[in-house]
T-cell receptor, first 116, second 111 residues
Framework: DAGVIQSPRHEVTEMGQEVTLRCKPISGHNSLFWYRQTMMRGLELLIYFNNNVPIDDSGMPEDRFSAKMPNASFSTLKIQPSEPRDSAVYFC??????????????FGPGTRLTVL | SQKIEQNSEALNIQEGKTATLTCNYTNYSPAYLQWYRQDPGRGPVFLLLIRENEKEKRKERLKVTFDTTLKQSLFHITASQPADSATYLCALNTNAGKSTFGDGTTLTVKP
């Protein structure tokens, strides 16, 4: 198995531009998580999906952030418009979840976003 | 408010010694707790999971304890090696499937 795949690995953009991060979870996993990691705030959960349905998006910082999971094998995290304070490493993770117990999460390599 | 604290930002030990990392939490009732390892430039990697009704879990040189009365988990690496140098994260999980991570402790094992 290739593991969780994220693209791009690095993204440099200018303030105000739209940024789209992509994630392909491990085949067979039904939960998908988007995290953001910075030195100041550590690893923060932004949103997670079960069976393609958003369950908890309380970590999404602002309306500028949106996430979709159109099918079991693909998810996007979009920032529009981007701001310098959005600069961070964004991780996608997937796991198996069944009725109250989730399996361990497998993380992708992350996307390092720099907003100038 | 809910809070997770890992004992210190950095821990330096000599090769061969036992490293002990602490994870304390308040205002949580976790169903289980996990420990992850993160190397620079990479995503966290799962190490061990311990459930609320388990006191101790072992895997090779790793040992985790979970005290729900003290609201604390201890993570031990015995016979530490320079290759164990990394950041270690604890994560608390509820039955809703959501993980909340601590800030991590960076361990450096010196030869």
């Amino acid at each position: 198995d290739a593991g969780v795949i994220q693209s791009p690995r690095h993204e440099v953009t200018e303030m105000g531009q739209e940024v789209t991060l992509r994630c392909k979870p491990i085949s067979g996993h039904n939960s998908l998580f988007w995290y953001r990691q910075t030195m100041m705030r550590g690893l923060e959960l932004l949103i997670y999906f079960n069976n393609n349905v958003p369950i908890d998006d309380s970590g999404m910082p602002e309306d500028r952030f949106s996430a979709k999971m159109p099918n079991a094998s693909f998810s996007t995290l979009k920032i529009q418009p981007s701001e310098p304070r959005d600069s961070a490493v964004y991780f996608c993770a997937s796991s198996s979840y069944s009725g109250g117990m989730t399996d361990t999460q497998y993380f992708g390599p992350g996307t390092r976003l720099t907003v100038l | 408010s809910q809070k997770i604290e890992q004992n210190s930002e950095a821990l330096n030990i000599q090769e061969g010694k036992t490293a002990t990392l602490t994870c304390n939490y308040t205002n949580y009732s976790p169903a289980y707790l996990q420990w992850y390892r993160q190397d620079p430039g990479r995503g966290p990697v799962f190490l061990l999971l311990i459930r609320e009704n388990e006191k101790e879990k072992r895997k090779e040189r790793l040992k985790v304890t979970f005290d729900t009365t003290l609201k604390q988990s201890l993570f031990h690496i015995t016979a530490s090696q320079p290759a164990d140098s990394a950041t270690y994260l604890c994560a608390l999980n509820t039955n809703a499937g959501k993980s909340t991570f601590g800030d991590g402790t960076t361990l450096t094992v010196k030869p």
